[in-house]
Each structure stands twice: as structure tokens, then as C-alpha cells.
């Protein structure tokens, strides 16, 4: 779907294109840069955060202005992390040097570079949160951090942003600040757009991970008036210098592998990958064998109250099945669909003899010391392999995903005409294969994915393959690397279980999970490594309690879950400003969460009206995901597209 400038930002109701009523939970009349929906007036916004035009650096190697330390709220929490920098082009200001290393610039409304001027260029912010960790504001100028933004001729900010692991006493990381810091930087930005170059109503997120979750929420909550409480703690730009409402609404969301719908995750994780399980926590006798069952089979009443549809608008349903947990129906269909596309595109774009190769991680990988992505298209340290078929295990010694309790297995077989063994990429951004393998020709790469058992035939007139269900493809290339409770964890204890605590106090925040073990534990309870510690009271309990600002888990749970804004399954339906361009990749062998994430996001979006770009990518797990080319530069090319669009 093509959106004109002047739509781009205009808010869409998406409960008005899903055909149901929306609460008024959030604004649902924005525009880009300011809200004229005529209801109560906005605190005015601090003079204190005016851009000051005379605080400019100038890069005259390469011709970059740039401003380092702005805060962009008034009442930060975290200073240390509350600020951003602002990366510009050269053709797009006009300065006078001050003489002491700084200029006083305004922006050259007649200045042009490339395809852009200072008034259309894009504006792009990096979210580097994997985890959803912490996102350090830059602190010094490095043109290579900015070269391939500045070449490509867009406005480069990157905003400190606080997660998980910058939890103090006095500025908790916990969700919502993260997007809530984001959303603070975009109206900063806004607030300043005079003094500024860019297109304020084209700004685009883009993460991997954390950060592509938190790139999705932001995409999908624009003008969410459940973050007015957050924003106003931090003294967040509320009005233009015109006195209009700004707008936190954006104009598109990259998201590689993003770890959201957190509710449901549990539920979609058993479905997808547990139930074809038989060891660990899913043993024979195991409570979390008998839970894994229970939340498979409640994920296919999850989804079919989604109201998703396929590209025709025919609806999306789970069907009970004769083997397994709901493997029958329209979505399942749908689900081995998208596998058997992952493939024929991998084998389409691939040449053999093969060798599969490391992909790089493109600035998104954990950020250590500096904080700043590292823009360019080399290759990190935490690369994955991709491309080679295995068992679905991560190589011996590697992190089996974020908060993880699982435990990694050996790596996977040889085909005929392989030379060397090779497992297939780690579920983990750090797992790295120490073997390489060859594959000769199709066939034999075809060979190595059959070799336990046989689930993918191959037409060698066409190039073409078909796999006969979800099984043989979770059994040999996405086996589980998460113990039961993959997401929220039956003792509290993963990753996003402290991502929705308070403070350092982790804490449930699954209903669906919840009500499952409300429903079982007598059950469970006569099976064996039980504990009444696990039981229903535990949730009851967490979700009782309220972080500083007096919201629930369930609450914050649900401003973490773009689906929460476009099914009208949630009350949230309808009530946001919804970006209308999204560009979603998943390394389709990834553990770390279900397939049906990034699926259910890209139908719900494309039923609310969006344009969006979404693929599976074959070989490749946990990691900035791309069938050719670089994150970085698909990435720049589709901004380029939709914002010329």
C-alpha cells in the first residue's frame, strides 16, 4: 500500500479497519508533528529543551554537523542516559564558525544532497537493546559510527535509552521507560524542528531483537495515551512552540527477530516448537511436560480470537488435530506456508557448490563499553553461521537465547557431498560454529535436511521445494532451546520476567500463563518436580502489585505488545496511530522465540492497512536476518523507498 506525504502520518483508527470499536485508551486523531484532536489542552513545553543553535560541531572531513549530550526531557530520571545525539549533513545547515570549535548554524532550507533536501530527508533511530537492555547515548563523535546515514544522506539521532540492566533506585529500566524514553526523544525532535533539517513526520526506529520489540511497539503506539503518565514524569516535549499537541507517532518500524507479545509467548513458544519435544523439561512424567501441553493447546484459543486473515481476508484458524496440539486448520497451513517460502527463497538465491556463511551483526549486537552501534557492514564477533541444516540445537557451550534455562545440544549432519560437519546457527547471537560445511548441489543439501527423517521433497525442473508439516522442520531445524515458561519463566527467572518487574524484583506477567496453571496445577501437583512456588497465587500476587506510577504488570505487559494495538482481541485496538510502513526479517531457525510472532504482526498489520515488508530467512537464527546484502543497507534502501513514497 503507497501512502502519500500528506497521509503518512495521519492517524488511521484500526479498530475502524478491522471493523470494531476502540476504548479511548489512546489518541486516535495525530498528526505527525503535533495532535489536533481538540481535547485538553497540554502542559506547555519547557523552554529548556531548545535546541541551542550556537552548540553545533562541524566534521569538515566528513561534512557532518552534529550535537552531542542534548536532554531531551526536561526532568530526567537518568542523565546518564537521558540525552542523544544528532547527526546531520553538511548540505543541509548554514553556519557561522564561533571561533572557539563551535558554530552557530540554521538549517539551509535550499540546501540538497542526493535524492533529498534539508526539508524531506529522513530521519532514522537506532534501537540497540538486545535483551532489552540499555541503549547508551553516544558521548563522542566517530564519523564511522554515522558514515553510512550521512552517505545515504538522512538525519542520524541516536537517543540513550534505559532498559533492564540501568535499574537504579531512582530511574528504573523496567517497561515501559525504554519506549518511553524513545518516544520523549521523538518529541524532542519534533519540538525542535525549526532548528533542525529532516522530514519530522518521516522518522523510522529500526533494532534487532529487544530492540526490534521495542521498535515494534513503538510503531504500533503512537500517541498511546497510557504513556501520558510516564511522559509527564520526565517532563517529555508535550507542545509545539505553536502551542499544537505534539505527536510521538512514527512513520515506520524495522524489527529483526523481535521478541514481543509477551503474553501469549509462552503458549505460541509450546506450540510451535515444545510440543515436539520429548526431553529436559518436557520429559515423560515432568509437571512442565504436562504444562507445555496445556499452553500449546491454549495458544490456538489465543489465536483464533486474534481475528487474523491472510493476504485474501479469509480468516486464520487452529483446528484440533489427530497428532499433537492443534496442527490442523487454516493458520497451520499458513505457518508451513511461510517455511516452505523461507526455503524456495534461500534456494533461489543461492549458488552451489555452498558454503554457509557468517552474517554480521551490523551495530546490533550487545553494546559493551561505548554504546554506539557500529553503523558499518562488517562482521562482529557475535556472528552466526547460516544456511547449514542441523538439529535444531545450538553448538555445545553456547547461550541457548535470551534468559534462557534450556540446554544446548550437539550440532547437526552430514550430508552426502558434504565436506566437514557443521551445525545449523545457534539460537543465541553469540554462538558461533567452529566447523564450515559444503554442500556440492541442491540434492545434497536437500540429503543432510532429510537425514533423520524424511520431510522435505525437492523438484530439481522447478528448484523448488515442499516439506510435509511443521514437525519435520522444528524436529531437524528449530528444535526448543527454552525450558517450558520460555518467556515467563515458572520461577521467575527469565529475561523478561525482570523486564516487567519493578525495579530488580522480577515478576510475572503472563495471563494466558496464569490461567493455564490455575486451570492444571491439581494436576500438576501429582507430577514430579512440582512446587507450590509455581502455582497460580504466584501471578495473582505479582499482578497485584504496581510500579511507582501505580500501573500493573498486565498494563505495562500490554504497552510492550504491538498486537495489543492492532487485534481486536485487546481493548487497545483503534487507539493508537499506527506507522504505515513496517519492514520485518526473523532468522526462521531461531529458539529464542516462536515463528508466530513476526507472522501474527505482519497479518495484523497488513489487514489494519500498512505496507509491509516481511520475510523468513532461511539458515539463520537469532540475528539481523537478510537473505542478500547487509542489515544496514536493505535497511537504508527501504527508508529510501517508502520515504520517497
Known amino acids: 500500500m503507497i501512502f502519500s506525504r500528506r497521509t503518512v502520518m495521519r492517524a488511521v483508527p ?13 489518541s486516535t486523531d495525530s498528526g505527525g508533528s503535533t495532535n489536533t484532536s481538540g481535547s485538553t489542552a497540554a502542559p506547555t513545553t519547557s523552554t529548556d529543551l531548545a535546541l541551542n543553535p550556537a552548540a553545533w560541531s562541524y566534521d569538515a572531513d566528513g561534512d557532518v554537523y552534529y550535537q552531542l549530550g542534548l536532554s531531551y526531557v526536561a526532568s530526567p530520571q537518568d542523565t546518564s542516559y537521558e540525552t542523544l545525539g544528532v547527526f546531520v549533513p553538511g548540505a543541509y545547515m548554514s553556519s557561522t564558525d564561533n571561533g572557539n570549535g563551535t558554530f552557530t548554524a540554521e538549517v539551509a532550507f535550499d540546501g540538497a544532497v542526493g535524492d533529498w533536501t534539508a526539508s524531506t530527508a529522513p530521519i532514522v533511530l537506532p534501537v540497540n537493546t538486545p535483551g532489552y537492555a540499555a541503549q547508551q547515548p553516544p558521548t563522542e563523535y566517530s564519523y564511522d559510527t554515522v558514515a ?11 537517543a540513550g535509552l534505559r532498559g533492564k540492566d540501568s535499574t537504579t533506585d531512582a530511574a528504573p529500566g523496567n517497561a515501559p521507560w525504554g519506549v518511553t524514553d524513545l518516544k520523549a526523544a521523538v518529541r524532542y525532535l519534533r519540538y525542535n524542528a525549526a532548528a533542525l533539517p529532516g522530514n519530522s513526520e518521516q522518522m523510522y526506529v529500526f533494532g534487532h531483537s529487544g530492540g526490534g520489540a521495542q521498535s515494534a511497539v513503538m510503531g504500533a503506539s503512537g500517541d498511546c495515551a497510557l504513556y501520558t503518565p510516564y511522559l509527564e514524569a520526565l517532563g517529555a516535549a508535550t507542545t509545539g512552540t505553536d502551542g499544537a499537541v505534539l ?15 509477551l503474553d501469549a509467548a509462552n503458549p505460541a513458544y509450546e506450540w510451535n516448537m515444545g510440543q515436539f519435544a520429548t526431553t529436559g523439561t518436557r520429559a515423560e512424567g515432568t509437571w512442565t511436560e504436562a504444562y507445555s501441553k496445556n499452553l500449546a493447546a491454549a495458544y490456538a484459543e489465543h489465536l483464533n ?8 481476508g479469509n480468516t486464520l484458524a487452529l483446528e484440533e488435530s489427530a497428532d499433537g496440539q492443534y496442527l490442523a486448520g487454516s493458520y497451520y497451513e499458513h505457518m508451513v506456508a511461510v517455511v516452505e517460502q523461507s526455503l524456495n527463497d534461500f534456494l533461489a538465491a543461492t549458488e552451489f557448490p555452498y558454503t554457509p556463511s557468517s552474517t554480521e ?3 546490533m549486537e550487545a553494546q559493551g ?23 535444531g540445537q545450538a553448538p555445545d557451550g553456547a547461550p541457548t537465547g535470551e534468559g534462557t534455562q534450556g540446554t544446548p545440544a550437539d550440532g547437526g549432519p552430514d550430508g552426502d557431498g558434504a565436506t566437514a560437519g557443521a551445525g545449523r546457527p545457534g539460537e543465541d547471537s553469540s554462538a558461533v560454529s567452529s566447523e564450515s560445511v559444503t554442500y556440492a548441489t541442491v540434492a545434497d543439501y536437500i540429503a543432510a535436511l532429510n537425514q533423520d527423517v524424511d520431510w522435505v521433497a525437492y523438484d530439481s525442473s522447478t528448484n523448488t521445494a515442499t516439506i510435509t508439516g511443521l514437525e519435520g522442520f522444528i524436529t531437524s531445524q528449530k528444535a526448543a532451546t527454552k525450558d517450558v515458561g520460555a518467556l515467563d519463566g515458572v520461577d521467575r527467572g527469565q529475561t523478561e520476567n525482570t523486564v516487567l518487574g519493578v525495579g530488580a524484583t522480577a515478576m510475572h506477567f503472563s495471563g494466558l500463563s496464569r490461567d493455564v496453571i490455575a486451570a492444571n496445577q491439581d494436576t500438576y501437583a501429582a507430577l514430579t518436580n512440582w512446587s507450590d512456588e509455581y502455582g497460580s497465587s504466584e501471578y495473582d500476587s505479582d499482578f497485584a502489585q504496581t510500579d511507582e506510577l501505580g500501573v500493573d504488570v498486565l498494563t505495562r505487559e500490554h504497552m510492550y505488545d504491538p498486537m495489543y494495538f492492532l487485534s481486536s482481541a485487546y481493548e487497545g485496538a483503534g487507539t493508537s496511530t499506527v506507522a504505515p510502513s513496517w519492514r520485518i526479517r526473523t532468522g526462521i531457525m531461531q529458539g529464542d522465540t516462536a515463528s508466530t510472532v513476526e507472522v501474527n504482526l505482519a497479518l495484523a498489520l497488513q489487514a489494519a492497512g500498512s505496507s509491509v515488508d516481511f520475510a523468513t530467512i532461511w539458515g539463520q537464527g537469532h540475528t539481523m536476518a537478510e537473505l542478500t546484502g547487509t542489515g544496514e543497507e536493505n535497511f537504508i534502501s527501504w527508508v529510501s523507498e517508502r520515504a520517497a513514497s
Open 247 to 261: 505527536s510521538d507517532a512514527i512513520a515506520g518500524a524495522m524489527c529483526w527477530c523481535p521478541i514481543t507479545s
Open 14 to 26: 484500526v479498530a475502524t479497519l478491522l471493523g470494531v470499536a476502540g476504548l479511548a485508551a489512546c
Open 305 to 312: 480470537g486474534l481475528g487474523l486473515v491472510d493476504s485474501d
Open 361 to 363: 551483526m551490523a551495530g
Open 148 to 158: 553510512a546515514y550521512m552517505e545515504a544522506d538522512f538525519i542520524y539521532v541516536q
Open 369 to 391: 563499553s561505548s554504546g554506539a552501534p557500529a553503523g558499518g557492514p562488517g562482521r562482529s564477533d557475535d556472528s552466526v553461521a547460516s544456511g547449514a541444516p542441523g538439529d
